[in-house]
Each structure stands twice: as C-alpha cells, then as structure tokens.
C-alpha cells in the first residue's frame, strides 16, 4: 500500500528495540487481551441473571445516567492508580473496570448468538488489520490524528443523543442515527490507528528507569474501548441497526 514510504515503521523499528520496548507492548497487548476475556465473562453473566439484566437495560435516563457514570468512573479509578508491577490496586480496578464494561453491553447479546459470533470475527478482522496498517506507516503518520479525532467525538456524541430524541422516519432523525453507527464505525477506526501508534512511541520513548514507570494497563485500555467501540457497532449493523431509518 505505500504506507511504509517517508520514514521508518515500528516493524522496522522493533528490529532495533531493547528488550525492554518489547515487554511493554506485549504486557500492554496481554492486558488487552485480559479486558476483552473480562468483558466477556461479565456479559454472560449479567446475560444470565435478570435482575442484573434488568439494571442495565431497564431504559430511561436514570438507568442510562446510572451506567454512564459508573464507566466513567471505573475507568477514571483504574486509570488514576500507578502502575506497580505484580498484582494490586491497579489491577484490581482495572479488572472491575472491564468486568463493568462487559456487564453494560450485556444487553446487545439479545440479538443472538450467531450475530454476536459474526461481529466478534468482524471486529477482530478490523481491529487486526488497522493494527497491521499502525505497525506498517511511517511511526507518527497517525499520531497527529488527534485533533479532527476529538472533534470527531463530539460530533458522534452529540448525533448519538440527538437520535435518541427524534424519530428515525424523519430525515433529521434517520441521518444522526446514521452518522452515529457510521460515523462512529470510522471515527473509532481511525482511534484505533492513533492509539495503536501512540502505545509503540511512548513504549519507546518513555525512561526505562524512574519515579514513574511505563503503564500497560492505561495503554491497553485506550485501544481496548476504541475495539468495544467498534464491536458494539459491528453487532447493530449486523442485526438490522443501518436500516432502521427504512
């Protein structure tokens, strides 16, 4: 694709990595890989008890408020501890955060096992072949994203709440749905390129001695949700969710 042409990559780069680049990005991808199999087992077992399914999808605001505010929260918790190799505080928090993440997407499991099977290998043929792209640009193509990125999330955001108000027969209504499952489709795509890139540079610029050490779980998390994102997308197209303004 030419991705690799005006500078080096990180495949090109990690020839020359010290053996310490190395461990973190494989103990930030191990933590990813612990967040999705977290989530999961949280979902299946919200899924399967009513009560907690009840909670997390018993609609209006408060109950949406409510779940809004203990992600946010969660997340804030564990990414605010240091880091401390080993298992403490900040793996606890962190494991609470992906077991509360799981337990809020519950509900999509509605749609069917083979949908939910469908979007999982969707999302892992995207979420590996954006990470493949990260790995193949130029080291910091991506990484001045991020401007038009957090613009991108208010506009996903505000479309997201706007939908949520009005009818999706209506032209109005049917085109911020749109642009929230579509838009948020690339917008969470393109975090996924600037994170994955983000991970490599601070794995290889940040001291490898020091008061603060590098932390994988607070890496982990951001390609982690932009991949919840993505998957939670993956499942509303699947299941009929671009056709609603029909």
């Not at 990180?10 to 612990?34: C, H, M």
């Not at 337990?103 to 493949?132: D, E, K, N, Q």
């Not at 932009?226 to 609603?244: S, Y």
Request: net charge positive.
């Amino acid at each position: 694709m030419g991705l690799s042409k005006g500078g080096t990559n990180a495949y090109e780069n990690s020839l020359l990595w010290p053996q310490y680049v190395k461990q973190r990005i494989a103990d930030t991808y191990q933590y990813f890989g612990g967040s999705i199999l977290i989530s999961g087992l949280s979902a299946a077992a919200v899924f399967r008890n009513p009560t907690m399914l009840r909670m997390v999808s018993g609609g209006g605001w408060m109950s949406m408020i409510a779940c809004m505010a203990v992600m946010i929260g969660s997340g804030y918790v564990a990414r605010s501890i240091p880091y401390e190799p080993g298992f403490g505080a900040k793996q606890l928090a962190w494991m609470a955060h992906a077991a509360i993440l799981g337990g809020i997407v519950a509900p999509l499991a509605f749609v069917g096992g083979p949908i939910m099977i469908r979007a999982a290998w969707y999302t892992a043929g995207i979420v590996g072949g954006l990470s493949t792209v990260a790995i193949c640009a130029p080291s910091e193509k991506f990484l001045n994203m991020g401007g038009p990125l957090a613009i991108g999330v208010g506009v996903v955001f505000a479309s997201s709440i706007g939908s949520m108000f009005l009818s999706p027969a209506t032209a109005l209504g049917a085109g911020l749905y749109s642009i929230s499952l579509y838009g948020g489709l690339l917008l969470f795509s393109g975090f996924l390129l600037y994170d994955t890139q983000k991970i490599i540079k601070r794995a290889e610029t940040h001291p490898p001695f020091g008061y603060a050490s590098y932390d994988p779980i607070n890496n982990s998390i951001s390609i982690y949700l932009d991949t919840l994102n993505i998957f939670i997308r993956m499942v509303t197209l699947l299941a009929g969710g671009g056709n609603r303004r029909k």
